[in-house]
């Protein structure tokens, strides 16, 4: 199991949490998505036999977050 913390930019409110939440949560091989609103960062933790990092990444980027 690999763990990834990511910097998000654009998350504003509850909703944004939630949207984030699901959809990378929906990827195949993510196991758990914790989002601490306050700092902007959601963790990830996710079986890198079935998923790449860069794939959590390119979800949360096409949902028109940032990452920095």
Do not use: H, P, W
């Amino acid at each position: 199991m690999n763990s990834a913390v990511f910097n998000v930019e654009g998350m504003n409110c509850s909703n944004c949490v939630d949207i984030i939440r699901s959809s990378v949560g929906a990827i195949k091989g993510v196991q758990n998505v914790k989002i601490d609103f306050d700092s902007k960062q959601v963790k990830v933790d996710y079986d890198s036999s079935v998923v790449q990092e860069q794939k959590i990444k390119d979800t949360i980027t096409e949902m028109g977050y940032g990452l920095k």
